[in-house]
């Protein structure tokens, strides 16, 4: 697990000073403590970089990057890790290969030349993201995983290409303008973003699933970006419409699930677990504990406010697996004290402060000497977990069922979740066009956050909101989603691709996941995300999924065995740090933050928001008569404000370049 980044010049005379490539790595330190690599190739106009957290082939410098292919055709620079490589290695040793490393990455220099690209991405499992250079072709290729649980980002330049596994990388290239696009502020301000996009303007991401082919030729760079995988559910008439299967399917997801859980249990350092109380992360902790000979240690966050604790069910999880078990309690304090070094790691603004506990938690996890954890993300998404999830099945999938009984299903489901309305389920429903059309409703999961374009509409500086004018964040969104993947599924089908596309990847995958993780040198596995065991999941009917109202149905069963009898049938309940407004300490520690970021000089320097509207919106949270899921929503509109404003001090009004050149003389890191 690692960091990336390069440069792809249009002009192959054109070459970097080796020294910003050391710099673009030496920035993201923190996602590569253990040692740093660069290469260039003479009169080829390219050039990587590439910081390294050593957890497989820990021999010396032996798997160190960039790798460079021995008949010096391919260059490689890895981020993630490859399950299964061992296997796959044997295969092409008897076939004739010959490997100078014991590292999963090395896979890629053997298996490019004998498939190619598009023939050597199905033998790659796991979470990644490359770059890949292929000086016969003159191609420069950049490569995500299948659920985007690796980020990888690029930009161009009047020069060429510039890429990096963070936005701060790019950004420590001289060359590379930083600036707030219009549209990468209203996304940040309503949460969910343009798939493919960055608040930035210019800068994209690789989207999950998919290659960026950059191919030189006279000295003009052609990019196209091209998929490789996609969330293919069978349409509807073919799902399975009676139990007669239902066995098959539970045993089906406990086979692979375990499978899942013993390739990432490969390392060679140890593999611990994260444990809130949710099946998620006890089902991964159970098969971790029976896998393995010696007791997983376990990490859970607790929080002082009882509504939103989980750890008694994570200590019973604990004592069952005799897992060695690290509870980290926080109080309201700790979250907004570290609110802007969060935010320097997620390069995003963030509706909830669970990413600072996230944040905290990684730390603690590599103080008492642990590099990599497995997690329970992508159960909900696979096996239909969010509260969303369940809404959309009663309004739109439920036919069968007499109105009344829907109804009742709904009104239990609004109940249970009272504490998270205004955020993982809408105040009041919001009506999207644009998804209305391209798949008959608006998902209940993005709903929330469009509902927050009414504030973003007044939040924008007036030069901003002028060139905004009839803007449609919903179109912009929906336009990203291929329609072939939802034409003629079943609705909970399409509700959960969607969340997959927008909300996993931007939000849970990284300042949930990856970039929270990484700040502090700390890889993170979620075993649900394995494509093998997502495939199946797809095939499992939406009956089996939610079934009598008790989401994630299929999966419990497959994990009655192991989780404790209150978890096996306890409804989903939502991970979330307590929102600001429900402790005076926190609301008075935000509001710190907000006297430093959201007074009117700071406001008006950014020119990015409207300093008036900022005061009438914490006016409105205010108010008296504030119903609490209004205060809800406001709470997380209030964090993506502070949000952009950290952000434009973090990437915009500081030197970046200097930062990191200043950064890598700290390391001793020299070209």
């Given at each position: 697990?690692?960091g990336?980044?390069?440069v792809?010049?249009?002009q192959p005379?054109?070459m970097?000073?080796?020294?910003?490539?050391?710099?673009?790595a030496?920035?993201?330190?923190?996602?590569g403590?253990?040692?740093?690599?660069?290469?260039t190739?003479?009169?080829?106009?390219?050039?990587?970089?590439?910081?390294?957290?050593s957890?497989?082939d820990?021999?010396?410098d032996?798997?160190?990057?960039?790798?460079?292919?021995?008949?010096?055709?391919?260059?490689?620079?890895?981020?993630g890790?490859f399950?299964?490589?061992?296997?796959?290695?044997?295969?092409?040793t008897a076939?004739?290969?010959?490997?100078?490393t014991?590292?999963?990455?090395?896979?890629?220099?053997?298996?490019?030349?004998?498939f190619?690209?598009?023939?050597?991405?199905?033998?790659?499992?796991g979470e990644?993201?490359?770059?890949l250079?292929?000086?016969e072709?003159?191609t420069?290729?950049?490569?995500?995983?299948r659920?985007?649980?690796?980020?990888?980002y690029y930009t161009?330049?009047d020069?060429?290409?510039?890429?990096?596994?963070?936005?701060?990388t790019?950004?420590?290239?001289?060359?590379?303008?930083r600036q707030?696009?219009?549209?990468?502020?209203?996304h940040?301000?309503?949460q969910t973003?343009?798939?493919g996009t960055?608040?930035?303007e210019?800068?994209?991401?690789?989207?999950p699933?998919?290659?960026v082919?950059?191919?030189?030729?006279n000295?003009?760079?052609?990019?196209?970006?091209?998929?490789y995988?996609?969330?293919?559910?069978p349409?509807?008439?073919?799902h399975?419409?009676?139990?007669?299967r239902?066995?098959?399917y539970?045993?089906?997801?406990?086979?692979?699930?375990?499978?899942?859980?013993?390739?990432?249990l490969?390392?060679?350092?140890p593999?611990g677990?994260?444990?809130s109380?949710g099946?998620?992360s006890c089902?991964?902790?159970?098969l971790?504990?029976?896998?393995?000979?010696?007791?997983?240690?376990?990490?859970?966050?607790g929080?002082d406010?009882a509504a939103?604790?989980e750890?008694?069910i994570?200590?019973?999880?604990?004592?069952?697996?005799?897992?060695?078990?690290?509870?980290?309690?926080?109080?309201?304090n700790?979250?907004?004290?570290?609110?802007?070094t969060?935010?320097?790691?997620?390069?995003?603004?963030?509706y909830?402060?669970?990413g600072?506990?996230?944040y905290?938690?990684?730390?603690?996890?590599?103080?008492?000497?642990y590099?990599?954890?497995?997690?329970?993300?992508g159960?909900?998404e696979?096996?239909?977990?969010y509260?969303s999830?369940?809404?959309?099945?009663?309004?739109?999938?439920?036919?069968h069922?007499p109105?009344?009984e829907?109804?009742n299903?709904?009104?239990?489901?609004e109940?249970?979740?009272?504490?998270?309305?205004?955020?993982?389920?809408?105040r009041?429903?919001?009506v999207s066009?644009?998804?209305?059309?391209?798949?008959?409703?608006t998902?209940?999961?993005?709903?929330?956050w469009l509902?927050c374009?009414?504030f973003a509409?007044?939040?924008?500086?007036?030069?901003?909101?002028?060139r905004?004018?009839?803007y449609d964040?919903?179109?912009?969104?929906?336009?990203?989603l291929?329609a072939?993947?939802l034409?003629?599924r079943?609705?909970?089908?399409?509700?959960?691709?969607?969340w997959?596309?927008?909300m996993?990847?931007?939000?849970?995958?990284?300042?949930?996941?990856?970039?929270v993780?990484?700040a502090?040198?700390?890889e993170a596995?979620?075993?649900f995300?394995?494509?093998?065991l997502?495939e199946?999941a797809?095939?499992?009917?939406p009956?089996?999924?939610?079934?009598?109202?008790k989401?994630k149905?299929?999966?419990?069963?497959?994990?009655?065995g192991?989780l404790p009898?209150?978890?096996?049938k306890?409804?989903?309940?939502?991970?979330?740090a307590?929102?600001?407004?429900t402790?005076p300490k926190k609301?008075?520690?935000?509001?710190?933050?907000a006297k430093?970021?959201l007074n009117?000089e700071?406001?008006e320097?950014?020119g990015?928001?409207?300093?008036?509207?900022v005061?009438?919106?914490f006016?409105?949270h205010?108010?008296?008569?504030?119903?609490a899921?209004?205060?809800v929503q406001?709470?997380a509109?209030i964090?993506?404000?502070?949000?952009v404003?950290?952000?434009h001090?973090?990437?915009?009004?500081?030197?970046?370049p200097?930062?990191a050149?200043?950064?890598?003389?700290?390391?001793?890191w020299h070209?």
């Amino acid at each position: 697990m690692c960091g990336i980044a390069g440069v792809f010049y249009n002009q192959p005379k054109h070459m970097i000073e080796p020294q910003v490539l050391v710099n673009m790595a030496a920035i993201m330190h923190h996602r590569g403590p253990d040692g740093f690599g660069y290469k260039t190739i003479a009169e080829q106009g390219v050039g990587f970089s590439h910081a390294r957290l050593s957890i497989i082939d820990l021999v010396g410098d032996r798997g160190r990057q960039p790798f460079l292919s021995d008949d010096k055709r391919l260059m490689l620079a890895h981020n993630g890790e490859f399950y299964d490589f061992k296997r796959i290695r044997a295969q092409l040793t008897a076939e004739g290969a010959r490997f100078n490393t014991k590292s999963d990455s090395e896979i890629i220099m053997q298996l490019y030349p004998r498939f190619g690209m598009q023939g050597m991405l199905p033998h790659l499992r796991g979470e990644f993201a490359f770059s890949l250079y292929d000086q016969e072709e003159d191609t420069l290729f950049l490569v995500r995983d299948r659920f985007g649980v690796k980020p990888l980002y690029y930009t161009q330049t009047d020069k060429g290409i510039v890429f990096g596994s963070e936005l701060k990388t790019i950004f420590a290239h001289p060359e590379v303008p930083r600036q707030f696009s219009d549209e990468g502020v209203y996304h940040q301000l309503i949460q969910t973003m343009v798939p493919g996009t960055t608040a930035f303007e210019g800068i994209r991401q690789v989207m999950p699933g998919h290659v960026v082919s950059v191919k030189r030729v006279n000295g003009k760079l052609h990019i196209e970006e091209s998929k490789y995988w996609d969330m293919e559910f069978p349409l509807e008439h073919e799902h399975d419409k009676d139990d007669k299967r239902a066995d098959e399917y539970v045993e089906g997801v406990r086979r692979e699930l375990l499978e899942a859980v013993q390739h990432r249990l490969t390392a060679d350092v140890p593999v611990g677990c994260y444990l809130s109380g949710g099946i998620d992360s006890c089902s991964i902790l159970g098969l971790s504990a029976a896998a393995s000979q010696e007791p997983v240690k376990a990490f859970t966050i607790g929080f002082d406010s009882a509504a939103y604790d989980e750890t008694p069910i994570a200590r019973e999880m604990a004592e069952a697996t005799d897992a060695d078990h690290h509870v980290m309690t926080l109080d309201s304090n700790d979250l907004y004290d570290h609110f802007e070094t969060t935010l320097w790691h997620t390069e995003r603004t963030i509706y909830n402060t669970l990413g600072v506990a996230k944040y905290l938690m990684s730390q603690q996890v590599r103080d008492v000497g642990y590099k990599v954890v497995m997690t329970g993300e992508g159960a909900d998404e696979l096996f239909a977990g969010y509260p969303s999830f369940r809404k959309d099945l009663f309004m739109y999938g439920l036919d069968h069922l007499p109105p009344e009984e829907r109804a009742n299903w709904q009104a239990m489901l609004e109940k249970n979740n009272k504490l998270f309305k205004g955020a993982m389920l809408a105040r009041e429903e919001f009506v999207s066009d644009a998804f209305v059309a391209k798949m008959g409703f608006t998902p209940s999961c993005l709903q929330p956050w469009l509902s927050c374009s009414g504030f973003a509409d007044k939040l924008l500086a007036k030069d901003r909101r002028q060139r905004m004018q009839g803007y449609d964040a919903g179109k912009a969104i929906a336009d990203t989603l291929d329609a072939d993947m939802l034409a003629e599924r079943h609705p909970l089908d399409k509700a959960q691709y969607v969340w997959t596309k927008t909300m996993l990847e931007g939000q849970i995958l990284t300042w949930g996941g990856d970039r929270v993780d990484m700040a502090n040198s700390m890889e993170a596995r979620p075993a649900f995300l394995d494509h093998k065991l997502a495939e199946y999941a797809f095939k499992i009917p939406p009956h089996l999924r939610i079934r009598e109202n008790k989401e994630k149905w299929v999966l419990r069963e497959a994990m009655k065995g192991l989780l404790p009898e209150t978890l096996y049938k306890r409804e989903k309940f939502a991970f979330m740090a307590p929102p600001a407004h429900t402790d005076p300490k926190k609301w008075a520690a935000m509001r710190a933050l907000a006297k430093k970021y959201l007074n009117k000089e700071s406001v008006e320097e950014a020119g990015l928001l409207d300093h008036d509207e900022v005061n009438a919106l914490f006016a409105l949270h205010d108010a008296d008569d504030a119903p609490a899921e209004l205060q809800v929503q406001l709470d997380a509109v209030i964090n993506h404000m502070l949000g952009v404003q950290i952000l434009h001090k973090q990437f915009v009004a500081t030197d970046l370049p200097a930062k990191a050149a200043a950064r890598a003389d700290e390391l001793g890191w020299h070209a």
